[in-house]
C-alpha cells in the first residue's frame, strides 16, 4: 500500500500554517507525495502545475472559502477535493457536497482515522477520471465519424441503450474482432438498411369488407 500511496499527490491548503504542517507531515508520513497552499491563489497555482490527484481544503479561509476554492479547481483542472472543517453544521456540509465534494472531515484530524476517507476519495476520483475520459472519447468518435454517430444512433434504438452504452458495445465488438470502428459503424448500418428494405416488401394485409 505504501507504493500506491507514494505515486498520489495531494494537494492540502490551510490558512492555518501550524495545522498545514501537521497535516502535511503526517500525509507525507502516510506515503503520500504532498504540496502545500496556505490561500487559495497558490493553490490554483500549484494544482495547474503539478496537476493533484486529490485536494484537501479547508473550508474558512479568509481570501477564498475551500467549498469555492473546491468548485474553481475541479472547472480548471479537473481536481476531485476533500473539505476541512472545525465544524459540522449541515448546511455547510449540504453545500460542499453540492459544489463537488468527495467527502467532508471534521478537524482535529488524526491521521489514522482519516487515511480510508482519503483512500475512498481518490478510488472515486479515478473512476470520475476514467467515466470523463471515456465520455471524451466518445464525443471525438462521434464528431469524427458520421457513420459511428448513425450506428450508435441504431444501436441505441435498437437496444435501448444510451449513447455511452451503445458506443461501448459497437466498440467493443470492433476490438473483439480487431477490425476498425468505421468498419464495423458501416457494416452496421448496411445491415440495417437491409433489414429496412426487406420489411417493405413484405406484403400488407388486411381485412376484406
Not at 48 to 74: F, H, N, S, Y
Amino acid at each position: 500500500m505504501s507504493g500506491e500511496r507514494a505515486a498520489r499527490h495531494l494537494l492540502v491548503v490551510d490558512d492555518d500554517r501550524l495545522a498545514l504542517a501537521s497535516l502535511a507531515r503526517g500525509l507525507r508520513q502516510a506515503g503520500y507525495r504532498v504540496s502545500e497552499a496556505s490561500n487559495g491563489e497558490d493553490a490554483l497555482r500549484l494544482a495547474e502545475k503539478t496537476a493533484p490527484d486529490l485536494a484537501l481544503l479547508d473550508v474558512c479561509m479568509p481570501d477564498r472559502d475551500g467549498i469555492e476554492l473546491g468548485r474553481l479547481l475541479q472547472e480548471r483542472s479537473s481536481v476531485p477535493f476533500l473539505c476541512l472543517s472545525a465544524y459540522s453544521q449541515p448546511d455547510i456540509v449540504v453545500r460542499a457536497v453540492q459544489h463537488g465534494a468527495l467527502g467532508y472531515l471534521v478537524k482535529p484530524l488524526d491521521i489514522a482515522q482519516i487515511l480510508p476517507s482519503v483512500e475512498t476519495a481518490l478510488a472515486r476520483a479515478s473512476e470520475i477520471r476514467k467515466l470523463r475520459e471515456k465520455e471524451a472519447q466518445l464525443t471525438v468518435a462521434l464528431a469524427g465519424s458520421r457513420e459511428i454517430s448513425m450506428a450508435v444512433g441504431v444501436l441505441m434504438t435498437r437496444e435501448r441503450l444510451d449513447r455511452r452504452q451503445a458506443f461501448e458495445l459497437l466498440r467493443s465488438h470492433a476490438r473483439s474482432q480487431r477490425r476498425p470502428l468505421e468498419e464495423i459503424a458501416g457494416e452496421l448500418l448496411r445491415s440495417s438498411e437491409n433489414l429496412n428494405n426487406v420489411s417493405k416488401l413484405k406484403p400488407k394485409t388486411g381485412h376484406r369488407q
